[in-house]
């Protein structure tokens, strides 16, 4: 029974297939005029619990096709995407000025809507039927089942678009997208080496003064997603339910520009499947 209590409030799972592809040739990140496809196929989510409830609030993305039902979302679409490079809240793309792609003539910040560049949708999670006099330590995390991988394991492009791509978990303060902050910086595969741009006065990238090549291999977490049964077990916490009823969790998935399998277009073409598993504890 106590295992039970613990974990009463399910899970939910939340299933984006998507891809990336594009026909290019360059030595490093994609092209200088990249326009690579991700097709997001379908996204559900299956809540089994009564006491946490997920809705969809929005998307910087235009898909074909929005479900909003309550616990039984449904997104559809071919949107593009291409390799750009940041933390989750900004991103950054250069333009080159040379053929190998190691001299840009230009940083642009990557402003507006996230077509043409990663996939992003706004989640409200919230919780019924607290107990105002006593609240419990209720919180909610990423499972077991949540995961980046190839739509097909057989096909090597495929396997490196995986190994480029990138998530972000991003918490809000409401559903206007208010004080956001990086919740998770996650890689499916351990990168030692790790970077992304990033804006530094002190710093020079690719040419260009203002900017530089972050290292974030120590901020970028490639552990593995588990379903624990308390919460000191649990990783991958998303939001913080013990006193407030409700919570804005954004996630956006991108291709990492300065990821060794954008080299030489490794993963050009390629084409991934993500999984988003939900489920709460109560402390």
Do not use: C
């Amino acid at each position: 029974m106590k295992n039970k209590k613990q974990l009463m409030f399910g899970t939910l799972a939340l299933v984006l297939l998507s891809g990336i592809a594009a026909s290019s040739t360059t030595l490093a990140w994609f092209t200088t005029t990249r326009t690579a496809s991700l097709n997001f196929t379908s996204a559900t989510i299956e809540n089994k619990s009564s006491n946490l409830v997920v809705n969809y609030v929005e998307s910087l993305n235009n898909f074909d096709t929005v479900d909003d039902t309550q616990n039984a979302i449904a997104l559809t679409g071919g949107n593009k995407v291409t390799d750009i490079s940041g933390d989750g809240l900004s991103f950054y793309k250069p333009v080159w000025a040379d053929n190998d792609a190691t001299v840009a003539s230009v940083i642009n910040d990557v402003t507006g809507t996230a077509d043409g560049h990663y996939i992003d949708f706004l989640l409200h999670i919230t919780r019924e039927n607290i107990n105002a006099t006593t609240p419990v330590g209720f919180k909610v995390y990423l499972g077991a089942g949540t995961a980046i991988s190839p739509l097909d394991s057989g096909n090597q492009k495929d396997v490196d678009a995986v190994k480029a791509s990138r998530m972000a978990v991003i918490s809000y303060d409401d559903a206007a997208r208010s004080n956001p902050a990086v919740v998770h910086l996650h890689a499916p595969e351990a990168e030692p080496a790790a970077t992304h741009l990033a804006v530094n006065a002190s710093e020079t990238a690719y040419g260009i003064a203002g900017y530089e090549l972050k290292d974030v291999s120590t901020t970028l977490n490639s552990a593995a997603f588990n379903t624990a049964t308390k919460q000191a077990d649990a990783t991958y916490e998303i939001a913080d339910l013990t006193s407030d009823s409700e919570a804005y969790v954004g996630f956006r998935f991108w291709i990492e520009g300065t990821d060794a399998e954008t080299t030489n277009a490794k993963a050009l073409g390629g084409m991934f499947k993500v999984a988003l598993d939900i489920y709460a504890l109560e402390a």
